[in-house]
């Protein structure tokens, strides 16, 4: 490798140590898998003609890795639920079908999961048809509808109706219902309703690093949630404080934090961590994590529940370089005068004292030389004569 190849690739080493530096401490997204046994059941219906036929329908139970619970609903319809895969909350823009009717209707979606159940309760579900239910509405009947309704935007298919709900258990009174609450999903109600955006919570930059004697900062919060706790884990001494140097409490979106390292701390390291409270709102898209390898039916919310998000930074510090102050000390050094020395062939002209600034070098030494040259000049004119002659 040239001497240039190594520089140039310790200057790339050193940026990108630099970038990764500035990259800030982001909350993972929401994580979860599906949770079967807190499936809430509905009744089967019959859609999309021969090629689907019947199809069981469930307010699918979903666990996220803090041990939020939240209700689901299916917006893939030909694709099987994998209930050990974990599933990452995304924006409506990252599902895994391009084609799909989804990504055209998924604000009529979300209209669906807002009006429909659970998030509207049996009672106000039956005021909201145009004509009373023979009995109300139950919630076989409520998933039932709003799970075909959904689908209906999400993956293009329909209730049969002259034959909406199939089973031993649904009579053509709740077949009647059903179908009447999933003409009001997705009738001319439903306006549409757009995403809610996914909860942040962020901690710029990640890692810091400092001196002793200082304080390593800032770290700014950037969040859209509410802090709710500071876990610290720092060595004895070692704060974490806020921008005027007082202990940190009141945590909010637009904080800078500082690590307060005392000038005789040992070089060491610390971290932080930020746990926030907020929302998995209603119509959040939960994908695969790993689609590409192994699909997973993608899922929606039905109900929108509260969770935590986290977020944590570290900083790590070492000793300031010591700076040494070196003392010069002058001795005077005698001065020993040398009394000028002449011939008594002739006397010495000597320099005037004057003013003028002494050269080291007799003033007479440059007209000797001039003089020489002079001479010097004067016998080649003479040689060159006598060779004329």
Request: hydrophobic share 40%; proline share 6%; with cysteine.
């Amino acid at each position: 490798m040239s001497r240039f190849t190594r520089v140039g690739a310790a200057l790339t080493g050193a940026g990108a140590i630099l970038v990764a530096a500035a990259i800030p401490a982001t909350a993972d997204p929401a994580t979860g898998t599906v949770d079967p046994e807190k499936n809430v059941i509905g009744y089967q219906v019959n859609v999309g003609g021969d090629w689907l036929g019947t199809i069981p329908t469930s307010l699918i139970g979903f666990t996220l890795t803090d041990g939020t619970t939240l209700g689901m609903y299916c917006v893939e319809i030909q694709t099987e639920i994998d209930d050990e895969h974990p599933m990452v909350e995304r924006p409506w823009e990252d599902y895994p079908n391009a084609e799909s009717p989804f990504n055209k209707n998924r604000a009529k979606i979300n209209w669906v999961l807002h009006h429909g159940f659970p998030t509207t309760n049996l009672e106000d579900l039956a005021k909201a048809l145009p004509e009373p239910p023979n009995d109300g509405i139950d919630v076989l009947e409520a998933i039932a509808a709003t799970q075909a309704a959904v689908w209906h935007f999400s993956d293009g298919v329909d209730l049969n109706r002259d034959d909406p709900l199939s089973g031993d258990a649904s009579d053509d009174e709740d077949a009647e219902d059903a179908l009447a609450l999933y003409d009001y999903l997705i009738g001319e109600a439903n306006t549409g309703i757009g995403e809610a955006p996914i909860p942040t919570l962020k901690i710029d930059p990640a890692k810091r690093d400092g001196k002793t004697g200082t304080k390593i900062g800032p770290f700014k919060v950037d969040t859209t949630a509410t802090v709710e706790k500071l876990t610290t884990d720092l060595p004895g001494g070692v704060r974490l404080t806020d921008a005027d140097g007082n202990k940190a409490e009141k945590i909010e979106n637009g904080t800078e934090l500082f690590v307060d390292v005392p000038a005789d701390t040992a070089d060491g390291d610390g971290s932080f961590e930020l746990t926030a409270s907020t929302i998995v709102e209603t119509g959040r898209l939960f994908v695969g994590e790993n689609y590409e390898k192994a699909a997973t039916q993608s899922l929606i919310v039905a109900k929108s529940e509260k969770t935590t998000i986290k977020a944590s930074a570290a900083a790590s510090w070492s000793a300031a370089p010591v700076t040494e102050t070196t003392t010069t000390t002058t001795e005077a050094v005698p001065t020993t005068t040398v009394a000028p020395t002449t011939t008594s062939a002739a006397p010495v002209p000597q320099a005037s004292s004057g003013d003028l600034a002494e050269t080291g070098a007799s003033v007479f030494t440059p007209i000797a030389i001039g003089a020489v040259l002079v001479a010097a000049g004067v016998g080649a004119l003479l040689f060159m004569r006598r060779r004329r002659t």
